[in-house]
Structures are given as structure tokens and as C-alpha cells.
């Protein structure tokens, strides 16, 4: 009982932290939607802002696990890379309203829970960033910035999380492979310079 009512109280919280925004959601307003009484939303949790960084744990931790989980069934350095972006963004569709808030919500966090989180979404960078790393010392992608790289990808990656519509024209899967497709192409011509360098055939 007591499980699943916390469980219920971070479902709700999701919804309306993403519905209105974290600052923007009361206590009370989360304890009416769950059927309770505000007081005892406390008995789960300390204060509206540890529900806030409770959302932003779990999300890193299950995202930095999906991504071990792709890098670990995959042979060589480019399939690793391939698993990382198709499940990177797999999982900003899938659970979108946790990726959102968490990418836009960190202002509501305490100094030590801000602290936390950065340290795992750093964690998350680091692990992308060897990726492309020892792709790049491989010399199966073009060598430059493997930081910049990383962010850039990881920002492209992620920015599904605000646009996508689960009723939309394309599936989950198909999104995924787009953007792993235009990823590892850009990689290997050296960021896209190719892709986009040549002259556009004329209109029929």
C-alpha cells in the first residue's frame, strides 16, 4: 500500500510538474489528485522539492543503464555509438514528461541535489564521450572536438522530448533510426560537411 502510494504520488507529480511546471504545482494540488490529504504527501517524501529530485535520480539512473545495457551488446565501437543514440532517444520519447522534466527543472533543486545530479548527467557525458573517442582514434570518425561533439549530439538526441507526439506520423523506432542514421553519417564525413556541401538536384 504504502509503495504504491508513493509510486502515485510521483506519477502525479510527473503529470503535473510537466503540465504546469514544477514551481508552477502546489502540494496540495498533487494530494487532490492523489486522494490524499496534503500532510500526507510528507509521510513519502520531506518536501515537494525532494519529489523533484527523486524524478530527476531515477530518470539519470535508468538512462545511464539503457545506455550500459546498449554499449554492452554491441561487438565494435560504431555499434556501440549506433546503440547509444537509438536509445537515447528511444528512451526521451518513451518517457518523455521524466526527460523533460528533468532537462528543464533543475532550478528547483537544493545546492547538494543540484550537485548529485549534474555529477550523473557528467557521468552519462563521459561514457558518450569515450565512445566517439575511441571511435575517433580508430579513425572510424573523423577526428575533432570529441566534447563539443558529444554535447551536440546528446542536445540533438534529446530535444525529442519537446516536440514529440506519441499519435504522430512516425513510430518511436522510426524516429530513432532517423537520428542514428543522420549521427553516425555526419560522423564520418567529418560533421556533416559532406551531407550538406552538395548541390541540391533541381525540382522535377
Not at 93 to 112: M, V, Y
Request: aromatic letters at 10%; proline letters at 1%.
Amino acid at each position: 500500500m504504502g509503495t504504491n502510494m508513493k509510486e502515485t504520488i510521483n506519477d502525479v507529480s510527473i503529470d503535473l510538474f510537466y503540465e504546469k511546471g514544477y514551481f508552477a504545482t502546489s502540494v496540495s494540488e498533487i494530494a487532490k489528485r492523489c486522494g490524499i490529504q496534503k500532510a500526507s504527501i510528507y509521510y513519502y517524501y520531506s518536501s515537494k522539492e525532494h519529489i523533484l529530485y527523486n524524478i530527476h535520480k531515477t530518470t539519470l539512473d535508468d538512462l545511464t543503464d539503457y545506455l550500459k545495457q546498449g554499449v554492452a551488446a554491441a561487438d565494435d565501437v560504431e555499434a556501440q555509438l549506433r546503440n547509444a543514440v537509438r536509445n537515447h532517444v528511444h528512451f526521451h520519447l518513451t518517457r518523455q514528461k521524466e526527460t523533460f522534466i528533468a532537462n528543464s527543472e533543475l532550478r528547483g533543486l537544493t545546492e547538494d541535489h543540484y550537485q548529485n545530479i549534474v555529477a550523473k548527467r557528467d557521468e552519462y557525458e563521459r561514457m558518450v564521450q569515450q565512445i566517439i573517442s575511441n571511435g575517433c582514434k580508430q579513425a572510424i570518425f573523423a577526428k575533432e572536438d570529441v566534447k563539443i561533439l558529444s554535447y551536440a549530439i546528446l542536445t540533438l538526441c534529446t530535444s525529442g522530448a519537446i516536440w514529440f507526439k506519441p499519435n504522430g506520423r512516425l513510430s518511436v523506432d522510426d524516429i530513432a533510426g532517423i537520428y542514428e542514421k543522420f549521427v553516425i553519417r555526419g560522423l564520418k564525413d567529418g560533421g556533416g560537411v559532406k551531407i550538406f556541401s552538395q548541390t541540391p538536384a533541381s525540382e522535377p
